[in-house]
């Protein structure tokens, strides 16, 4: 950035370092690493813009700052080249988020049910308001528009590009391409549930065989683990077998015959979980993006995947969210630079507003401290330890856990070790997030043109 704050053109790390070695830099943040010049501002400089694109997912998303520049081929004819300066992978947390969703739910069903039956539920009577999202898909699109803004306060970006994938769910459900009516008809057209399923398992348990006895249904992914009610997962089961089973896992429960467990779920579909977050989120996305201030341009997943594989990368978000957008690689255009160093950035939460720890049956079991402060330090902070002596000494970078006592808990590549709190340097306060680093998969020797 300038003197005066204004973002400029990314740098490569090795002119970071002599910038701040030469004293004309200093740093401004750690994650993502960014330095501040002291002595130009944007007038004096040179600024042509970079381009923010997006590759967002269900379970993580990528993020890559480009650069397009026109260049002159052997053939004397006129290319765009793509580099990727910069790349940030995402990782949310909304499965945690809908469990403890759920886990709060539950608490609430026991207390109403113990102290308060007379009292009717009120699940009716809360209105929601226009472009309403669960939380866990919420928190999808909020750490998506944060990471980006983020972004675009610290690089000059002019376009901002999104791949907009829609999914088509039904015809994922049925295995195959759909056409016309077809998709009026699901599995269940003309029977039920559970003539469907005694015509599938012939009228038998499917975890025993048992047959000529009365048969329940049983969800093979339990609704406590996040199953669903398709019916995929559903199967025909015996009283014994049923409660036997409960709500452990398939895989634990026939953990010691390995041939049933292969029968049955190979009869099990794809979850279509991950596709129905996508679809839920992906306008409302588009929609908070463009209240950057950027132009909005959006994509189809195949024009990225048509990218991807022309240019010979693997298949990881921050490769997708490289190769999103317009790329003639037919005319000679091409992804020349990729970032070896791909910044993990994950969503984890800026703590509790409980004040109490409870058990697993919601009942107050600990008080939790009221202060989240202590000695200057809150959990989450990015600090730097120097430790004197004893098994840990030498330096070490991570974030904290903070306990009242001083003696904080940090968290490195080595695992959790415990420093003092005099010891301790702030580099960065916690924003909810935690860092690291990868490397970016290198590129494929086979290139596909056309």
Known sequence: MSKDGTPLMPCHPARARELLSKG???????????????????????????????????????????????EIDQQGVVVTVRRGLVAVELQHRGNQIHKAMQQRAGYRHRRRSANLRHRAPRFHNRPRRTGW?????????????????????????????????????????????????????????GTETRAYLHAQWNSACAYCDASGIPLNIDHVRPRSRGGSNRISNLVLACVPCNQAKGNTSVEAFLTHRPERLAKILQRLSTPLRDAATMNATRWQLVEALSDLGNPVHTWSGGRTKWNRDAMGLEKTHTLDALSVGRLDHESGDAIVRLPGQVLVVKATGRGSYARTTPDRFGFPRLRRARAKQHFGYVTGDLVRATVPTGKWAGTWTGRISVRARGQHSLHTSAGRINVSHTNLRLLQRGDGYGYSSRSEPARSTSRKIG
């Open 24 to 70: 004309r830099a200093v740093v401004a943040r750690q994650m993502p690493f960014t330095i501040r010049l002291k002595d130009r501002t944007r007038a004096e400089s040179e600024v042509d813009g970079v381009q923010l694109r997006v590759d967002p997912g269900s379970q993580g998303t990528g993020l890559s700052l480009t650069d397009e520049k026109k």
């Open 133 to 189: 999202l669960p939380p866990s898909l919420r928190h999808r699109v909020d750490t998506t528009f944060s990471q980006a803004a983020r972004l675009c306060r610290y690089a000059p970006v002019t376009e901002i590009h999104v791949e907009h994938v829609a999914f088509d769910t039904h015809a994922m459900s049925a295995g195959r391409p759909l056409t016309a009516i077809e998709y009026q008809q699901g599995t269940l057209a």
